[in-house]
């Protein structure tokens, strides 16, 4: 099991610089292609390591609506509105104030 000041490090520290290497290096190439490869709609869950990580990127380029891409691309984020939706206590990248969805709880 990680320790804590390796998943939720300093900038500063070397270990978690380390591991932010290898999420952007490693990591977001196979999420980015596995997305990629999807032919039908893609739900993404569990993408706070994204922005603990500092590749809130991937996020932003699957938002952008002038990219083209074969189904929908979509992210379930819990969040209360009228707060803005966060992974991790980073806001995410939203290129357009429509891009939030809210889901009736019933």
Do not use: C, K
Request: hydrophobic share 45%; proline share 12%.
């Amino acid at each position: 099991m990680a320790s804590s000041r390796l998943t939720n490090g300093s900038p500063l520290d070397a270990d978690f610089r380390s591991l932010v290497d290898l999420v952007r290096h490693q990591v977001v190439p196979a999420v980015s292609a596995a997305i990629a490869a999807a032919d039908g709609p893609v739900l993404i869950t569990e993408a706070a390591p994204l922005a603990r990580y500092g590749q809130l990127g991937l996020l932003q380029e699957l938002a952008d609506p002038t990219r083209p891409r074969p189904a929908a691309r979509l992210l379930l984020v819990p969040a209360r509105r009228p707060d803005p939706a966060v992974l991790d206590g980073v806001q995410l990248p939203l290129t357009s104030p429509g891009q939030p969805v809210a889901v009736a709880r019933q």
